[in-house]
């Protein structure tokens, strides 16, 4: 299985909004309402940030939504703020019982 | 509270098998409703699901690494174990385990992450 296409880098200003892609197949993103997105800071644990395509866990801000269209997914921050800053993976379930990460996409706050 | 903790050794030769093993606490890990899982990240570099391991005992594996790779259950420890066979510098990463909800399907909670070092 081939990881899941993502924009090396995305910046923006505070109080922007920012867009990641996650490109995949009719195997992966396709196929299911599996697409989750994680953040992780450095030296941490990721983080689940968006699952089901674009719902939010408990806790997380609702500047975080998520979207996907046929085979590619996207993730969208509102509000752009200094914590943001990180590095985001997206995360497809696919139709062999398996995991796929994205490339990952480092969020950078100017 | 769930925390998951990783442990094993940090440095492998090459060739060797790589074992961890994770412990689960705060839940049962034989509760039925999870999957128990382990990704992986070599340094300045993305996430790399490696597989998982249902209650019950079933497993799904990366395929690229599947022919190398078994996860194992003790609930009587409530833990769960990778091994890695054959390891080259390739593997040096740091490893996490997660859960993975299961109907959810995201890894909802994480260990901190052992770092793995293949070298002779």
């Known amino acids: 299985q081939s990881a899941l296409t993502q924009p090396a880098s995305v910046s923006g200003s505070p109080g922007q909004s920012i867009t990641i892609s996650c490109s995949g197949t009719?195997?992966?993103?396709?196929?299911?309402?599996?697409v989750s997105w994680y953040q992780q800071h450095p030296g941490k644990a990721p983080k689940v940030m968006i699952y089901e395509v674009s719902n939010r866990p408990s806790g997380v801000s609702n500047r975080f939504s998520g979207s996907k269209s046929g085979n590619t997914a996207s993730l969208t921050i509102t509000g752009l703020q200094a914590e943001d800053e990180a590095d985001y993976y997206c995360s497809s379930y696919t139709t062999s019982s398996t995991r796929v990460f994205g490339t990952g996409t480092k969020v950078t706050v100017l | 509270q769930v925390q998951l903790q990783e442990s094993g050794p940090g440095l492998v030769k090459p060739s060797q098998p790589l074992s961890l093993t994770c412990t689960v606490s705060g839940g049962s890990i034989n509760s039925g409703l999870y999957y128990w899982s382990w990704v992986r990240q070599p340094a300045g570099k993305g996430l790399e699901w490696i597989g998982r391991?249902?209650?019950?005992?079933?497993?799904n594996y990366n395929p690229s690494l599947k022919s190398r790779v078994t996860i194992s259950l003790d609930t009587s420890k409530n833990q769960f174990s990778l091994k890695l066979s054959s390891v080259t510098a390739a593997d040096t990463a740091v490893y996490y385990c997660a859960r993975d909800e299961g109907d959810l399907l995201i890894l909802d909670y994480w260990g901190q992450g052992t770092p793995v070092t293949v070298s002779s």
């Open positions: 009719s195997s992966d993103v396709g196929a299911y309402k599996y």
């Open positions: 391991i249902y209650t019950r005992g079933s497993t």
